[in-house]
C-alpha cells in the first residue's frame, strides 16, 4: 500500500531557483529513500535517510526527516534543466521488508 | 556499464495474448523486484524474488506471473493481458531485503500497449 504522499504534485521553478519537495508517511519507519525518475525512463536512488536523522545532504541535494511529524522534505538547490524530473519518496515500515512508494512531485526546472 | 537491463523497451501485445517481459542484472544481487507503474501514479510492487523464494504482493492478480530461472535473469509473464495492464513495468534489484536500508537499482523500464 502507498504510504508516502508528496506535495505538491507538480511544481515549476526558474533555473537556478531551488525546489523544496515534501513527503508524508503514516506508520513508523525505519529509513527513507528519495528517488528520481527521468520521463520514461526507470527511478534512480537519490539519498537514504535513517530514522535516527534529522538531515542529510549529497552534492545538491538536502534532506531533512521529521519523525515527531512523519514528513520528510526533499531541496534541490541551484537547479538545472537537467533536475527536470519526477522524485518519489519511498519508505520501508519498522515491520516489513519493502518499500512503499509515494505518488511523485513532477519538478520542471525552466531555461 | 549496464546493470539492470529489460527488454523490451516497448512492449505492444493484443488483448488476451500472453506476453513475457524480460529483466537482467550484472550487480549479482540477491533480490529481484517486479514493480507496474501506472501515468503519474506510484509504482506499485507486484512481487519479489530472494534468490529463489517467490514472494507475491496480496493483491497482485493471478495474471501475473515470474520465474527466476537463475541469479541474473527474471521475468513477468502476464497469462491474458487486459486493457487495465498497459503500463510502464519496473524490474529492480538489491542487494539484500531488508526493506528501507537497501538501495534497490531500477531497469529503464517495459512500457506495455495493449491493444
Known amino acids: 500500500s502507498q504510504q508516502g504522499e508528496e506535495d505538491p504534485q507538480a511544481l515549476s521553478i526558474q533555473e537556478g531557483e531551488n525546489a523544496t519537495m515534501n513527503c508524508s508517511y503514516k506508520t513508523s519507519i525505519n529509513n527513507l529513500q528519495w528517488y528520481r525518475q527521468n520521463s520514461g525512463r526507470g527511478l534512480v536512488h537519490l539519498i537514504l535517510i535513517r530514522s535516527n536523522e534529522r538531515e542529510k545532504h549529497s552534492g545538491r541535494l538536502r534532506v531533512t526527516l521529521d519523525t515527531s511529524k512523519k514528513s520528510s522534505s526533499l531541496l534541490i538547490t541551484a537547479s538545472r534543466a537537467a533536475d527536470t524530473a519526477s522524485y518519489f519518496c519511498?519508505?520501508?515500515?519498522?515491520?516489513?521488508?519493502?518499500?512503499?512508494f509515494g505518488a511523485g512531485t513532477t519538478v520542471t526546472v525552466r531555461a | 556499464d549496464a546493470m539492470v537491463i529489460q527488454n523490451p523497451r516497448y512492449q505492444v501485445t493484443q488483448f488476451g495474448k500472453p506476453v513475457t517481459l524480460s529483466c537482467s542484472q550484472t550487480?549479482?544481487?540477491?533480490?529481484m523486484y517486479w514493480y507496474q507503474q501506472k501515468s503519474s501514479q506510484a509504482p506499485k510492487l507486484l512481487f519479489h524474488?530472494?534468490?529463489?523464494?517467490?514472494?507475491n504482493e496480496a493483491d497482485t492478480p493471478d495474471n501475473f506471473q515470474s520465474r527466476r530461472p537463475n541469479t541474473s535473469f527474471c521475468f513477468l509473464d502476464i497469462r491474458s493481458p487486459g486493457l487495465g495492464d498497459a503500463a510502464m513495468y519496473l524490474c529492480?534489484?538489491?542487494?539484500?531485503?531488508?526493506?528501507?536500508?537497501?538501495?534497490?537499482?531500477f531497469g529503464p523500464g517495459t512500457r506495455l500497449l495493449v491493444l
Open positions: 519511498a519508505t520501508d515500515s519498522t515491520n516489513d521488508y519493502k518499500l512503499s
Open positions: 524474488y530472494y534468490d529463489k523464494d517467490f514472494n
Open positions: 529492480a534489484t538489491s542487494r539484500g531485503r531488508t526493506g528501507g536500508q537497501e538501495t534497490q537499482y
Open positions: 550487480l549479482n544481487h540477491n533480490v
